[in-house]
Each structure stands twice: as structure tokens, then as C-alpha cells.
């Protein structure tokens, strides 16, 4: 077996570098170790910048995206009881677009069965070979059988726990890591949002964040210990634990009911260095991963896709390596400046515990500033909006 490029990892990202490549007229396999309901079961966020949603166009997965999508224009942080909104147009000329990381993985997986380019699900035992050489070869086992293909180039898209980053001697990559006191306790409920945007609340109980993945679904979050468990969190708890943490308003506005889905996530952040290696090339989470805050987790994979679809197009239709050649160091001076937007976010907004009145009182006096301060408002906008590449 042969093919051109093989992509390991189907989740978004794995996905719309194949369907680029594909409408590119690059041979793509892709390679997905969860069977393709897991895959699609997963809940993520969904919060993309108009280049993500730019390229999810390109790739010809655009269309229930913007008919379901929903255009916000600003974001709201609440402190001391006080909603304060963050007018993104105004301050950059550009919005964001809500819609579910779960839908754009289901409208990707579409189009590339519409167009009969192959993904292998539960493909087990996924290995890597030959990688400095010119001609690799991945292999794997499915359905009690063993194949291999040999490529050009593998693109690993398999996250943070996967093969791809792992195959890469210990020696040959510098990894940088932050791990956070908390974690997000999360739930979905079937319930129209409390508000038209998103509102992040900074309390001295802890962080919350009221958000959506459309109009008559709600996504709400508690910051929590690390240490806890979803079956420590009722439903009856977490809705009383939630009004605490809102202002007055919003939590008369808020309509409760059953969550259909309830996860505790650690916050981590995360860079490995370089993201080349031979022919294999890391893009998403199996590089990078940066704590919800900021809403750049998808969206920084979606860079590393643009950067490095357009870098093999270069190389199968123009005959060159520069793209390919340049790809980590551009692709790192963007993620480095979203790590540091989502680490200044999540220290802004979070009850961290081992602060004390010094640094809670710093983090009030950089909030009240904000509020204050066109300049502050605009930095934060342009960043949350997404930086150019």
C-alpha cells in the first residue's frame, strides 16, 4: 500500500489537513485508533477565530457551520458583580463564531466520506518507521490483520497521549509544560444560554464560564480542586454552586435542568519542540496544548493546518521544501504567543490557590485597569480574536 501523506489522529485536526490535501489533489490516509462514534462522542469547545473558519470553507465543510454558527461580536467578564463587555468588532473588526468542536469534526468527517478519501478507524498499534529516511512507512492492525503503507511524510494529529510525539527520541525534542491547581468541572444542558455571549466570571469562590453551542444549548463551568470527581457534583450542587458565582441578573436568568454531559478537564499547558522530525511533522494537541481560557486549542491547531497544508501543497506542486522547512518555526512563534495569551487569561479570571492577598489584590487592580483602558481592551480583543498567519 502507498499513498502520499499519511495522517495519524481524525479528530478536527487530523481532518482538515486531509480534506485540504485532498481538494489539493494530495493522497491522504488517515489513521484513527477510536472507533469513528468515540471520536465523534467527544465534547469539546467551540469558540473559532475567522481564519478557522476560513479554512474549515476551504476544505468544503463550511456550509451547516455558517447557517447553525453563531456570530459574536464580544465577550463579557463579570467581577465584584459586575458585568463588563469587551466589544471585539469595535476594537479589532473582527468576531468570533460559536459552533461545537463536535460538529465540525461531524461536518469534516462528511465531506471526506462524500469524496471517498479513506480514514481507517480502530486502527490498533500504530508504529512508525523509517522517518529519516525518504521513503517511511506507518503500520498498524485492524480487524486481526497487520498492514503497512509507505508515504512521503507523516502528519501526526493523535494529541497529547499519542504515538506520533512519542516516536520521537527523548533527546530530539525539548518539551515545556505548566500544570494547573484546578480543573474545569463542565456540564451540557438542554436549555437556552443565559446570555447572547459568552461571560467569564472571576469570584472569590472561583471562576465560572457561561457559554453555549447554540441557541437552545447551554455549556456552563465551575473552576474546581484538581482532586474532585464528576460523582462529587450533583447537578443540584453544581446549580447552586454556579448562582453563587454569578451576578445577580444573569442568575435569575438562568434556566437549570438535567445535564446531558458532566466532565471535570485539568488545565495544562504545554509545547514540544520542534515539531519536525525527519518527515514526521506534530500539528495539534500532539504539540501543544493551552488551558480553555483563551479559546485557542482548536484554534491553534487550525493554524498548524494552515501552515502546513499550504507548506505540502508548495512541495507536490511547486517542488519546494522551504514551507516544509520552515513550518516549526512558524508555527511555534504563533502558539508561543496564544501559550502566553491563555496563561495571562486563566491567571486573570482563576482563584488560584496559593495566592494571597498580594497577588489577588494585583489580579483586581489588572481587571479594574482593563475595564478602564481602550489599549488593555484591544490587546485582549486582538489576541482572543485570533493573531494573523
Not at 129 to 156: L, M, Q, S
Request: hydrophobic share 40%; glycine share 8%; proline share 4%.
Amino acid at each position: 500500500m502507498r499513498t502520499q501523506v499519511v495522517i495519524i489522529g481524525s479528530g478536527p485536526c487530523g481532518l482538515l489537513l486531509g480534506q485540504l490535501l485532498h481538494r489539493a489533489g494530495i493522497d491522504t490516509l488517515i489513521l484513527e485508533q477510536k472507533p469513528r462514534d468515540y471520536v465523534l462522542g467527544r465534547i469539546w469547545a467551540g469558540v473559532l477565530e475567522q481564519d478557522t473558519v476560513g479554512l474549515i470553507e476551504e476544505a468544503g465543510a463550511g456550509v451547516r457551520m455558517r447557517h447553525e454558527g453563531l456570530v459574536h461580536d464580544g465577550i463579557e467578564i463579570a467581577f465584584g458583580g459586575v458585568r463588563h463587555r469587551i466589544d471585539l468588532k469595535a476594537l479589532t473588526g473582527k468576531s468570533v463564531l460559536i459552533y461545537g468542536q463536535t460538529e465540525v469534526t461531524r461536518d469534516l468527517m462528511d465531506v471526506r466520506d462524500a469524496c471517498g478519501a479513506t480514514t481507517v478507524y480502530e486502527a490498533l498499534n500504530v508504529s512508525i518507521h523509517d522517518i529519516k529516511t525518504e521513503h517511511p512507512n506507518v503500520r498498524w492492525r485492524a480487524d486481526g490483520k497487520k498492514f503497512e503503507v509507505n508515504c512521503d511524510y507523516v502528519i501526526g494529529c493523535d494529541g497529547f497521549h499519542g504515538i506520533s510525539r512519542q516516536t520521537i527520541p527523548a533527546k530530539e525534542v525539548q518539551t515545556y509544560e505548566r500544570i494547573y491547581p484546578f480543573g474545569w468541572l463542565g456540564i451540557l444542558v438542554e436549555k437556552p444560554p443565559v446570555s447572547d455571549e459568552l461571560i467569564y466570571v472571576n469570584h472569590e469562590r472561583g471562576f465560572a464560564l457561561c457559554s453555549m453551542r447554540s441557541t437552545t444549548r447551554s455549556r456552563y463551568y465551575l473552576q474546581c480542586p484538581i482532586e474532585d470527581h464528576v460523582g462529587d457534583w450533583t447537578d443540584n450542587r453544581f446549580w447552586e454552586e454556579l448562582s453563587r458565582r454569578l451576578d445577580p441578573e444573569t442568575g435569575k436568568k438562568m434556566q437549570t435542568g438535567p445535564s446531558i454531559e458532566k466532565s471535570i478537564a485539568p488545565l495544562r499547558s504545554f509545547v514540544a519542540e520542534p515539531m519536525r522530525y525527519g518527515r514526521l511533522f506534530l500539528a495539534g494537541d500532539a504539540a501543544h496544548i493551552v488551558p480553555p481560557t483563551g479559546a485557542k486549542g482548536l484554534n491553534l491547531a487550525a493554524s498548524d493546518v494552515g501552515y502546513l497544508s499550504r507548506a505540502l501543497v508548495d512541495r507536490y506542486k511547486a517542488n519546494s521544501d522551504a514551507g516544509l522547512d520552515a513550518y516549526s518555526q512558524r508555527a511555534l512563534a504563533r502558539i508561543w504567543k496564544a501559550e502566553r495569551f491563555s496563561w495571562q487569561m486563566t491567571n486573570l479570571l482563576h482563584l488560584v490557590p496559593e495566592s494571597r492577598g498580594f497577588d489577588q489584590k494585583v489580579q483586581a487592580a489588572e481587571l479594574q485597569y482593563l475595564f478602564k483602558s481602550t489599549a488593555a481592551q484591544t490587546a485582549l480583543a486582538e489576541n482572543y480574536v485570533g493573531l494573523p498567519y
